[in-house]
């Protein structure tokens, strides 16, 4: 009801980066909860009327939910073209000063679109690939000037989802690693305790406490 709301609103407003703006949070909303076909269409739609806004990073969030929604969806031929188009739109928005973008972007970075790509790397059953991604991330914050540490917790669910990838691939002394480090990005294990993205962390090590490293990590951030 609100997403439709505010749909009818950008449209009396004939205002294309409010419509595509709330066109990509619905998308979200049904490829998160069992809908990626309606992800799927509502970032296509989108992407519809971001043409008339002329931003390519708006674009390149645009086609990334597009990649997000298909993965989710299984499909890996199409969320890698939608991803592909996702990091083409950013490259062309590097030419372009940030003050000639739309509010609603401003967030946007290099960083951001690679997590997104490890996230459907991992949706894929691709570990590997989403480790790859992940890793990059630190060079692209530095190559934009961007202060990873003014970002604590999303730094601290990127560092979790590569502790993911690396228990996806047997490597459990590099997850915990990872696992350490979201934990510092919380702000200490007291910080940490009350966060699901330590208790999600938690659960996937669980599987392997009988293993040294393992287990000393559950005791630390045990309550």
Known sequence: EFYLLALRAAAAADDPV?????????????YSNGDPGGGVALAEEALRHAGRAGSPRLEAVLHARRARA??????????????????AAYDRARDRRLEEEPDAVYWVNLGEI????????MNLGDPRTAL????AIPAAHQEEGHDPGAYPRAA???LARTAEAHIALGDLDAAVH????????????ASARGSSTLADLRGQLAVHQDTGVVRDFLHRTSA
């Open 18 to 30: 409010a419509t595509a703006n709330t066109c990509a949070f619905w998308a979200i909303t049904r």
């Open 70 to 87: 298909h993965a989710k969806a299984g499909e890996p031929r199409a969320a890698a073209r939608a991803q592909d188009a996702a990091f």
């Open 114 to 121: 690679r997590s997104w790509a490890a996230s459907n790397a």
């Open 132 to 135: 790859t991604h992940f890793e």
């Open 156 to 158: 601290a669910l990127r």
């Open 178 to 189: 990872a696992a350490h480090r979201a934990v510092d990005q919380l702000g200490g294990v």
